[in-house]
């Protein structure tokens, strides 16, 4: 792992398979100054904004990018991207390279130099992000990632789609964790009961849409704990809790530790207690 900043990314150890490695991946924190440059683009960047906004350039074009966009980058050229100056952007990213992504980029009809569609395919990211962090890659999952990637957005994009009101549900807790979900809102969101949600949800992923969200809130403050230097209070306050006494002990609660023994142990969580990755 290496930390620049804002943001942090996991080099992959793995030997390069020729049909498909990714190189590197990580995460991008909201930062007004983020600006990064690129002269020569080596490998396929494959990036999802996650909230906030923010910029690409190359010589053809500029383009912005919003919450809910993949936006992939083709190697060979220069490019310039930045986080939006009043709403910086927190996105996802991977690099990859090999026979296997040329071939899916062709068949998708992505030529470059800047390829954007909007598409709920944050948990491929966040699972590719995972299995570097702990190191379980293998191109299999890589192989998947991309296609799921690729393959969401063109449901999207021609509405092939077959989601459920289940799945419609949980990608809206998980494209909005950052704010205050409630029962009365999801209700009202998706014109629904609150009994007939919870129904619906529960018989799906066996949880309750709010005890999915609060489980999912600390899985990414976990996250939050251990590739950022942000205080508990301000990780608290990112994710909508009123109070950091009410979500240390929630923490606490499901981990087995406080969020300040949770970052200093980095992790390594004692006895039985469940990793962040666990539930999702």
């Not at 998708?108 to 995972?130: C, K, M, Q």
């Not at 950091?244 to 300040?260: A, N």
């Not at 969580?269 to 962040?276: C, E, F, Q, V, Y």
Request: hydrophobic residues 35%; contains cysteine.
């Amino acid at each position: 792992m290496a930390d620049a900043g804002r943001q942090v990314y996991y080099l992959n150890p793995v030997s390069p398979n020729p049909k498909i490695h990714v190189l590197s991946a990580g995460i991008v924190y909201p930062d007004s100054q983020y600006d990064v440059r690129k002269e020569n683009l080596q490998s396929v960047l494959f990036e999802y904004v996650v909230r906030g906004s923010g910029h690409v350039r190359c010589a053809e074009c500029q383009i912005s990018l919003r919450a809910g966009d993949v936006c992939v980058l083709i190697p060979g050229r220069g490019y310039r991207y930045w986080a939006d100056r009043n709403d910086p952007y927190e996105k996802l990213w991977f690099g990859a390279r090999g026979d296997l992504v040329d071939r899916l980029l062709e068949v998708y009809d992505i030529n470059g130099p800047v390829w954007t569609a909007h598409a709920d395919v944050r948990s491929e990211f966040e699972g590719l992000i995972e299995s570097l962090r702990l190191r379980r890659y293998d191109s299999t999952i890589a192989s998947r990632t991309v296609l799921n990637i690729l393959l969401g957005v063109y449901e999207t994009a021609t509405g092939s789609g077959d989601t459920t009101p289940a799945q419609q549900i949980r990608s809206y807790i998980d494209n909005h964790i950052h704010e205050k979900l409630t029962l009365k809102a999801l209700s009202a969101r998706f014109s629904l009961s609150g009994r007939h949600l919870i129904r619906l949800f529960k018989a799906r992923y066996g949880y309750t849409p709010i005890a999915y969200a609060a489980r999912k809130k600390l899985a990414v403050a976990a996250r939050y704990l251990i590739d950022t230097a942000y205080p508990v209070g301000v990780i608290a306050q990112r994710l909508g809790y009123c109070e950091q006494s009410y979500f240390s002990s929630e923490f606490r609660r499901v981990y087995g530790v406080y969020p300040t023994q949770y970052r200093r142990l980095g992790g390594a969580l004692p006895g039985s207690a469940p990793r962040d990755d666990e539930y999702f």
